[in-house]
């Protein structure tokens, strides 16, 4: 099938991607002159594990191209993507304008029927939005043309966006025409997930509804943490009992820091706008969001406590990216703890394998290490805010000798404490103490 892509980010690249390797002829577009520039020499301008080869093949095989004009990719196609961004308004609502400029675009330039298909995360109600800006469209050029809008919303992770792309647990498909329903069961016929078929609305809800309760496991395990370091309870081993039970599921109850990346920070805030629109207070994402929040100011109170305050301290980060494997900062936890340790008067040196001069310009006032180990030396603490491969894999008799102090705060609740302990380091995680 002949399919174009809207947005190439995170979502809208892998997207095309995979489709590609689906066998379907792909165009990915952008507003992004730039984006589009680098992807069309193979060059992705995110980090993403496997997707840049997968382009490079496609382009070669000129299955998969790139353009910054989106009527020539809605006059080669049959079926329309979008996939743009949706990011947090001041208020906590989703900020709809790209998709709503995407809406209009297709009005401008389509001449007869196409599959129009939302990827983007979106509001309840949003299906009918598009259609209705594409048809004023349609209709101020003295047309009419048969469109479908429908819902496809994405789950897929960053870090392991392709192989979720390739392998979901399910595909959600909000829609009410025939026509479009035989077209996307063409469309993912080579992916061996279960289709669930629901209305556009039911599927927006889905999508929000699936973060929230995810964000949700997370802020709830991180308060039970904080209880349990008051009782000397280990909350790895309280969740790993948890988790065994099929009815709780092991997933999304590793305490530490906080949740961060694009999604979850804007996706619960937009589903509790939603709620009080309609004159429902969803007060327990009001406590997931407060949770979250305080999460940082825990955890740095925390190592002030521990070190004795931590005024002219040199503390060795580790890790900036919001989560490992991908070089996303949106609402990274370690944004957060970076003022709070230069406010409390630390010397912050931050190493991560990916990211590095996104934060350097944001925080003029921290050393951008060129390795864990440049990092570590001299440090009075190490704190790990990420949990990259490469941090996980530390040789903790290097690290103890390099360091000047002992003290290893545990952001992610993943290193071997027994390990960090034989070196005579002095392991701090997030209600993990207890034996
Ligand atoms: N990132 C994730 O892990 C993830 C997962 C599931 C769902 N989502 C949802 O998918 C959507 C996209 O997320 P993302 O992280 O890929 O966003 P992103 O910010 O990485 O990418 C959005 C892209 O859209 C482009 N764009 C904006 N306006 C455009 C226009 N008028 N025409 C063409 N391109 C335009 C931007 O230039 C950018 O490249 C969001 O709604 C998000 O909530 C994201």
Redesign the pocket.
Known sequence: MNIAV?????????TAASLGEMGHRVIG????TE?ITKLSEGIL??YEPGVEPLIQQQLHEQTLSFT?S?QYAIEQSEIIFI?????SLPDGQ?NM???E??AR?IGKHVDSYRLVVN????PVGTADRVKELIWQEVKARGKTVDVDVISN??????GK?LQDARNPDRIVIGCQSEKARNMMTQLYEKVSAPIFFTSPRNAEMI?YAS?AFLATKISFINEVARVCDKLQVNVSDVAKGMGMDQRIGPHFLQAGVGYG???FP??VSALYSIGRQVQVEMSILRDVQDINNRQPYWLVEKMTEKMQGLRGKRIALLGLAFKPETD?I?EAPSLKLIPLLLQAGALVLAYDPIVNMKVKDRFPDIILAQSAEYAIRYADAVLLCTEWEEFLKLDWKTVAKKMKGRHIFDARNVLPIRDLEEQGLIYWGVGRNGV
């Open positions: 809207i947005g190439t980010g995170y979502v809208g690249i892998t577009v952008d507003i992004d984006k301008p995110i910054t989106i996939a743009v961004g949706t990011p989703p304008t790209y998709v400029d995407v675009e990827k983007s995360t979106v919303p994405e789950f897929l992770q960053e966006a999508k973060n990346g694009s999604c804007k996706d996303d949106r």
